[in-house]
C-alpha cells in the first residue's frame, strides 16, 4: 500500500508540473497574439492641394469688318433736313438692291466753295456703317457757328467715301438741297461721320 501511494503523489506532482508548463506556453502564445494584433500606426496623411486653374478672361468679340462697296449717289438718295437738336441733319438712304458702305464722313461742299467741310473727328463709330436695302446713315450738320464772317448758301454737294480713312472719293458728287437759306463760314462748318442713327449724328449748333 505505501508502494501505491508513494506512485500517485508523484504521479500528481508530474502532473501538476505539467499543467504549470502548459499555462506558461499559453501566455506566451497570448503575448505573441497581442503583439501580432497590435494597431500600426497610420501614415501621416498630407494635405492635398488645391489645384489653381488659371482664370478665363473674357475677349469681346472684333468687330465685324464693313461688306459691301461703297455708297455713291447712284445707290442713295439724299436729303437735308432741319435738325431740332442741333442744326441741320443729312440723311442718305439706299435705293439699290444690295449692300453699300458708308465710310466715314460725307464730303461736303457748300455753295460755290472748294473746300470740304471737316470732319467731326470725336464722332467717328467704331465700324463703318453698312446699309442693306432701304437703311439710312445720318450726318449731323454745323454750318456755322455764331456767323460773323460767313456767305448764304442753299445747295450743298455730297460725294461719298471710297475707303475709312477718306483719302478717296466713291462715284460722282450730287447736290442736294438745303431747307433754307444757310449761313456758311468755312472755318466754323463741320461734319459728324456717317451714324446709324439721328440721335447719335446731332451737331450742336
Known amino acids: 500500500m505505501r508502494t501505491t501511494s508513494g506512485s ?5 506532482a508530474l502532473l501538476a508540473v505539467a499543467a504549470a508548463l502548459t499555462a506558461t506556453a ?6 505573441g497574439g497581442g ?14 492641394t488645391p489645384s489653381t486653374a488659371p482664370a478665363r478672361t473674357s475677349t469681346p468679340p472684333p468687330s465685324r469688318p464693313a461688306r459691301g462697296p461703297a455708297c455713291t449717289g447712284a445707290t442713295t438718295e439724299a436729303s437735308v433736313a432741319e435738325d431740332p437738336h442741333g442744326d441741320l441733319m443729312l440723311t442718305a438712304t439706299n435705293t439699290s438692291g444690295s449692300p453699300c458702305v458708308a465710310f466715314g464722313a460725307p464730303r461736303l ?9 471737316a470732319p467731326s473727328r470725336d464722332t467717328a463709330p467704331g465700324t463703318p456703317v453698312t446699309l442693306g436695302p432701304g437703311e439710312s446713315a445720318y450726318a449731323g450738320i454745323l ?9 448764304t448758301v442753299d445747295k450743298v454737294s455730297l460725294t461719298f467715301a471710297a475707303d475709312a480713312e477718306g483719302r478717296r472719293a466713291a462715284g460722282a458728287p450730287e447736290t442736294v438741297a438745303l431747307p433754307r437759306k444757310t449761313p456758311y463760314e468755312e472755318l466754323d462748318a ?7 442713327s439721328r440721335e447719335d449724328a446731332h451737331a450742336d449748333g
Open 109 to 117: 461742299r457748300f455753295g460755290d466753295a472748294t473746300a470740304a467741310v
Open 8 to 12: 500517485c503523489r508523484a504521479l500528481a
Open 35 to 48: 503583439a501580432k494584433g497590435a494597431a500600426r500606426p497610420s501614415a501621416t496623411s498630407v494635405p492635398s
Open 190 to 196: 463741320e461734319v459728324t461721320y456717317w451714324q446709324r
Open 26 to 31: 499559453c501566455g506566451a502564445s497570448g503575448d
Open 143 to 151: 454750318s456755322a457757328w455764331e456767323p460773323d464772317d460767313y456767305v
